[in-house]
């Protein structure tokens, strides 16, 4: 786990009216995958922030999962990112964050980095335990490679 303190300001707009708010520090949770592994299944994990004090407040998140796709499902089957507040995961919104195509992983032999924005939602579930749950979904098979799966998250009080 990584504590980057920093000092800088976000703008939301509402209304008519912009706020900012200062944002304190960023905390960054990383899982590491053997890169050499093959997998066409489910694969699940847990990122946690159990260094985030009691009254901070988390204000963005940013899911960063580094990839390849070796094979995709046969007969239309998908790879997809999921998250959730449990070990539970659905196929649709909020759950659903990213479904890989030939766009996002062109080559089978290069890793890809997609990086995604945490909605509120999915913020809320982080603040429930300061855990989220992730999984890569495969329907019908297909192979792919992880190299690693980072939660950054920016707090403030």
Known sequence: MNLKKSRYFMTFARGSYARSISINASHSDTKSFDPNQGLSWNTPWKHCFSQIPSGE???????EIKSKVWAWPPYG??????VSDSNIFHL?????????????HPSPSNFYTISIQ?????????KDDK?????IYTD????YY???SKLTVNITH
């Open 92 to 104: 649709y919104p909020p759950y659903l964050v990213k479904c890989y195509s030939t766009t996002t």
């Open 140 to 143: 019908l098979g297909g192979t």
């Open 118 to 126: 945490l909605n509120n939602t999915q913020i809320g579930w982080l």
């Open 77 to 82: 089957g998908s790879i997809c990112e999921l």
């Open 57 to 63: 407040t988390i204000v963005s998140a940013v899911l």
């Open 131 to 135: 855990c989220l749950d992730v999984e």
């Open 146 to 148: 992880l190299e690693y």
